[in-house]
């Protein structure tokens, strides 16, 4: 069974950039897993999918994210990033990767993410 431990969440004023990490701790991708994904919950809102990676490297993007967000694997680390620019107020959320759709095993602690304005 594959865990999930995210980081590299933080405090940046508005306009800045992060890079999040979610380390596996076996192959990323596996015969249960086909996309990998990065949400986000913010405080009272739902949890969103803002970006999904597939097995080949097809990238998916919320529109809310479109352009500003990337997401990649490192197979040989085992490891998706989720890089952040332009960041802005309503981006501030616990971010979790996870599958798609997500498995309620891998649901880690997340890494927050507050960006001031």
């Known amino acids: 069974q594959v865990q999930l431990v995210e980081s590299g969440g933080g405090l940046v004023q508005a306009g800045g950039s992060l890079r999040l990490s979610c380390a596996a701790s076996g192959n990323i991708f596996n015969i249960y897993i086909n996309i990998m994904a990065w949400y986000r919950q913010a405080p009272g809102k739902q949890r969103e999918l803002v970006a999904q990676?597939?097995?080949?490297?097809?990238?998916n993007y919320a529109d809310s994210v479109q352009g500003r967000f990337t997401i990649s694997v490192d197979n040989a680390k085992n490891t998706v990033y989720l890089q952040m620019s332009s960041l802005k107020p309503e981006d501030t959320a616990v971010y979790h990767c996870n599958a798609v759709p997500p498995h309620a095993k891998y649901w880690g602690q997340g890494t927050q993410v507050t960006v001031s304005s």
């Open positions: 990676i597939t097995r080949d490297g097809t990238t």
